[in-house]
């Protein structure tokens, strides 16, 4: 009960930060001649399924996910270390490498694609894309790849939820269009620039720049595209949902393409194949 209401709370307490990050994004913009930064409907599903995305998150970190994590916690090495500098720094590298991997994997995999596809799904670049999430995060699995590789180092459970809510909030302020160049700072850490290649559908931009706080594993496993390298950027994904702007439909429509794929193609290698398999394999 304790965790819930940590998460409920977390999320009172930085919805009121987004959303003021978000009028004074709109503010700055429209002095600058940018009158439609955003788009009433998206921005509405966006926030929408950011909402359902984190109470579920939510709960399910009191209901299962940390439980869990005790559990995988004994079969590691049981570092467990003091709160120092150091030990801060590890943890946060860390967390950051194994969201490189989680997030390589929900590209790569369509069991895991389906939660992220909501979150590309958006067409357009505001803060208010960072909230397009998933509820089904939660039931996909991907968590997994995120949290339990900390398990078994050893680190505290509480202060991994910390360093993976830190992760997330860094970068809701990955999306938006009204930050340019941040200069040396491109050469280490993840910026809007870099984030918008994400984003983007062309496929110069396609499974590009996954990193979240640091952009050093896309430099180190050659993920990385500059901005001025990708050309321009479209945003939103090669299959878009019908109902675009249609909160259940945005989280949901990949799952059921999904689903009827298996039904129509009776092959499980669907499962775990990269979302384009199908139409690679089959033609479709």
Same mark, same amino acid.
């Given at each position: 009960?304790?965790?819930?209401?940590?998460?409920?709370?977390?999320?009172?307490? /930085?919805?009121?930060? &987004?959303? *003021? =990050?978000?009028? %004074?994004?709109?503010?700055? !913009?429209?002095?600058? #001649?940018?009158? +439609?930064?955003?788009?009433?409907?998206?921005?509405?599903?966006?926030?929408?399924?950011?909402?359902?995305?984190?109470?579920?998150?939510?709960?399910?970190?009191?209901?299962?996910?940390?439980?869990?994590?005790?559990?995988?916690?004994?079969?590691?090495?049981?570092?467990?270390?003091?709160?120092?500098?150091?030990?801060?720094?590890?943890?946060?590298?860390?967390?950051?490498?194994w969201f490189y991997v989680a997030h390589?994997?929900?590209?790569?995999?369509?069991?895991?694609?389906?939660?992220?596809?909501?979150?590309?799904?958006?067409?357009?670049?505001?803060?208010?894309?960072?909230?397009?999430?998933? /509820?089904?995060?939660? &039931?996909? *699995? =991907?968590?997994? %790849?995120?949290?339990?590789? !900390?398990?078994?180092? #050893?680190?505290? +459970?509480?202060?991994?939820?910390?360093?993976?809510?830190?992760?997330?909030v860094y970068q809701f302020f990955l999306h938006t269009e009204q930050v340019q160049s941040l200069g040396r700072l491109e050469r280490v850490m993840n910026t809007p620039s870099h984030h918008r290649v994400h984003h983007g559908s062309n496929p110069k931009q396609i499974d590009r720049n996954f990193g979240g706080i640091f952009i050093i594993w896309d430099k180190l496993f050659g993920t990385f595209r500059c901005e001025k390298d990708a050309g321009e950027i479209k945003y939103g994904v090669t299959r878009m949902p019908t109902k675009p702007n249609n909160p259940w439909h945005a989280q949901v429509y990949d799952w059921q393409n999904m689903f009827r794929d298996l039904k129509k193609y009776k092959d499980p290698r669907i499962l775990w194949k990269h979302p384009d398999w199908v139409k690679e394999e089959y033609g479709e």
């Open positions: 009960m304790q965790d819930l209401t940590r998460a409920l709370l977390f999320i009172s307490l /930085f919805a009121g930060v &987004f959303i *003021g =990050t978000m009028v %004074l994004e709109n503010w700055w !913009a429209k002095r600058r #001649g940018v009158n +439609k930064l955003y788009h009433f409907p998206e921005t509405f599903t966006n926030m929408m399924t950011g909402l359902s995305y984190k109470v579920v998150d939510g709960i399910a970190i009191a209901l299962f996910i940390q439980v869990f994590y005790d559990w995988m916690y004994q079969f590691g090495v049981q570092w467990n270390p003091d709160l120092t500098l150091f030990s801060v720094l590890v943890l946060v590298f860390f967390i950051d490498f390589v994997a929900m590209h790569k995999i369509r069991w895991f694609w389906n939660a992220h596809v909501t979150h590309h799904s958006s067409e357009h670049m505001n803060f208010s894309t960072a909230l397009r999430q998933n /509820f089904t995060y939660a &039931f996909s *699995g =991907t968590w997994i %790849l995120w949290w339990i590789p !900390a398990a078994l180092v #050893g680190f505290d +459970k509480n202060w991994t939820l910390i360093a993976i809510e830190a992760n997330l």
